[in-house]
């Protein structure tokens, strides 16, 4: 399964971005996708994700500000990102969790897509 993330860019701090996410391949069904981040020196980290059936969860510095949603017809994530703040400058990656129609299970990750917030 392979994931293609689009939507990065340099933004100016309180303003927004909108990361999409698209899976392609063999796909059966995607129980979840989220979206982490790995700043400069740190580790990756959850910002947030999204299951099938629609429930999401956020990292508390996300809370709030940004929105993760999903078109399931589409096998699409997207992180809407307002207010945005210098420390969330970082390489945004996709993942998704599920399974292919062999019945096998897949956990794949996008390219990254850097997002740099400054003035």
């Known amino acids: 399964v392979q994931?293609?993330?689009y939507g990065g860019g340099l933004v100016q701090p309180g303003g927004?971005?909108?990361l999409s996410c698209a899976?392609?391949?063999n796909i059966f069904s995607i129980n979840n996708m989220g979206w982490y981040r790995q700043a400069p020196g740190k580790q990756r980290e959850l910002v947030a994700s999204i299951r099938k059936v629609g429930t999401s969860t956020y990292?508390?510095?996300a809370k709030g500000r940004f929105?993760?949603?999903r078109d399931n017809a589409k096998n699409t994530v997207y992180l809407q990102m307002n207010s945005l703040k210098p420390e969330?400058?970082?390489v945004y990656y996709c993942n998704a969790k599920g399974i292919v129609t062999t019945w096998r299970a897949?956990?794949?990750?996008?390219q990254g897509t850097q997002v740099t917030v400054s003035s």
Do not use: V
Request: net charge negative.
């Open 23 to 25: 899976a392609s391949g």
């Open 16 to 18: 927004s971005l909108r």
């Open 88 to 90: 969330d400058t970082a």
């Open 59 to 61: 990292a508390d510095s």
């Open 106 to 110: 897949f956990n794949s990750w996008g």
């Open 3 to 5: 994931l293609q993330a």
């Open 67 to 69: 929105t993760i949603s």
